[in-house]
């Protein structure tokens, strides 16, 4: 089967003769949480916000069970851990080699029994209640504790370089989505058309996000070996956003004037457009999200919880003085 075929078929499984951009539904975030790679250290670096830390400290108490929601594999537990303090993470995924004891579970729907015995249970859901509903995830948190017990919630400020980066990769997608949207049975001239318009967004979307300039291709109708040699060494020395584009651009350029040699990228370019599409729908939730100001977190909260403590946690080197993240101490009332 030829790689225009085979292109043709790609484009049609993935597009179904409708927009390929996915609806932003939590299921398909839980779907794509599901199947991301859990780090082995915690991704927020933690250490590098004593503060954040100094605020656990203060208001864990001492010797509780602390339960980990949307914890992964639990590593935030060598930063809180002392002799009489227990864990256990709760994830919606069975991840490997989990540092505490796993217990999988999604924080919409109603939690396990995790209390230990007859210690006081605290909970701490750091960046994960903003991928779903916080409010159904709160209430199934003041479900399964006590009167008074602790729970504290961190999560991202609308406008940290995080969010940022996601809302990039965001406009990235649906460019790519709109250049490659139903493309097998365009015209030659449309063809040319979605080329040179998809080149001119990316480019200008870059250069808005200050990024690296884009390496000079020639004519689109000049496309050939050469370029593709040099789009490869460049691609190795380039962050992968820009990457992806560079292969959304080059893939659509090949199309363009050889449909045949299509299979020379086809393969790679599927794989990175399904990680850059599963990336988008995991953040889609959080995208969606106005958390400006501690306020707009605890009108998401549970109306069981009181707040009695919190933190604004800003940025360090090149972004000082902007918020990264809310942390919020809550107790639930009696």
Same mark, same amino acid.
Request: charged letters at 25%; aromatic letters at 12%; one cysteine or more.
């Given at each position: 089967?030829?790689?225009?075929?085979?292109?043709?078929?790609?484009?049609?499984?993935?597009?179904?003769?409708?927009?390929?951009?996915?609806?932003?539904?939590?299921?398909?975030?839980?779907? @794509?949480?599901? !199947? #991301?790679?859990?780090?082995?250290? *915690? /991704?927020?670096?933690?250490?590098?916000?004593?503060? &954040?830390?100094?605020?656990?400290?203060?208001?864990?108490?001492?010797?509780?069970?602390?339960?980990?929601?949307?914890?992964?594999?639990?590593?935030?537990?060598?930063?809180?851990?002392?002799?009489?303090?227990?864990?256990?993470?709760?994830?919606?995924?069975?991840?490997?080699?989990?540092?505490?004891?796993?217990?999988?579970?999604?924080?919409?729907?109603?939690?396990?029994?995790?209390?230990?015995?007859?210690?006081?249970?605290?909970?701490? @859901?750091?960046? !994960? #209640?903003?991928?779903?509903?916080? *409010? /159904?995830?709160?209430?199934?948190?003041?479900?399964? &504790?006590?009167?008074?017990?602790?729970?504290?919630?961190?999560?991202?400020?609308?406008?940290?370089?995080?969010?940022?980066?996601?809302?990039?990769?965001?406009?990235?997608?649906?460019?790519?989505?709109?250049?490659?949207?139903?493309?097998?049975?365009?015209?030659?001239?449309?063809?040319?058309?979605?080329?040179?318009?998809?080149?001119?967004?990316?480019?200008?979307?870059?250069?808005?996000?200050?990024?690296?300039?884009?390496?000079?291709?020639?004519?689109?109708?000049?496309?050939?070996?050469?370029?593709? /040699?040099?789009?490869?060494?460049?691609?190795?020395?380039?962050?992968?956003?820009?990457?992806?584009?560079?292969?959304?651009?080059?893939?659509?350029?090949?199309?363009?004037?050889?449909?045949?040699?299509?299979?020379?990228?086809?393969?790679?370019?599927?794989?990175?457009?399904?990680?850059?599409?599963?990336?988008?729908?995991?953040?889609?939730?959080?995208?969606?999200?106005?958390?400006?100001?501690?306020?707009?977190?605890?009108?998401?909260?549970?109306?069981?919880?009181?707040?009695?403590?919190?933190?604004?946690?800003?940025?360090?080197?090149?972004?000082?003085?902007?918020?990264?993240?809310?942390?919020?101490?809550?107790?639930?009332?009696?």
């Amino acid at each position: 089967m030829s790689p225009a075929i085979l292109f043709t078929k790609w484009l049609l499984f993935k597009s179904n003769g409708v927009n390929i951009l996915p609806m932003r539904q939590r299921a398909e975030a839980k779907k @794509a949480w599901k !199947s #991301l790679p859990r780090a082995e250290t *915690t /991704i927020f670096p933690f250490r590098s916000f004593p503060p &954040l830390l100094e605020f656990f400290e203060k208001c864990l108490p001492k010797d509780s069970h602390v339960a980990l929601i949307g914890g992964g594999k639990g590593h935030l537990v060598h930063l809180l851990a002392n002799r009489k303090r227990t864990f256990v993470t709760l994830d919606i995924a069975n991840v490997e080699n989990p540092a505490v004891p796993l217990v999988v579970a999604d924080f919409e729907q109603p939690f396990p029994n995790i209390r230990k015995s007859a210690k006081e249970l605290s909970a701490i @859901a750091a960046f !994960s #209640l903003e991928y779903g509903d916080i *409010t /159904i995830a709160t209430n199934n948190i003041a479900d399964i &504790l006590k009167p008074d017990e602790v729970f504290i919630f961190v999560c991202h400020h609308s406008d940290s370089p995080l969010i940022i980066e996601m809302k990039f990769d965001e406009r990235l997608f649906e460019l790519i989505n709109l250049a490659f949207q139903n493309i097998a049975t365009a015209s030659r001239e449309e063809w040319l058309w979605r080329c040179r318009g998809f080149e001119l967004q990316i480019r200008k979307l870059f250069l808005e996000e200050g990024s690296l300039e884009f390496p000079d291709f020639g004519p689109i109708a000049e496309c050939d070996e050469q370029t593709l /040699i040099r789009y490869r060494t460049f691609w190795r020395e380039s962050i992968p956003p820009l990457s992806m584009g560079l292969h959304a651009i080059l893939t659509l350029r090949l199309g363009y004037e050889n449909p045949n040699r299509l299979g020379q990228v086809l393969g790679y370019f599927g794989q990175s457009w399904d990680a850059l599409r599963e990336h988008v729908e995991f953040a889609a939730p959080l995208l969606e999200k106005r958390i400006r100001d501690p306020q707009d977190v605890i009108a998401l909260v549970d109306r069981r919880f009181r707040i009695f403590d919190r933190i604004g946690i800003n940025a360090i080197g090149e972004d000082v003085g902007g918020v990264v993240c809310f942390a919020l101490a809550f107790k639930k009332l009696g």
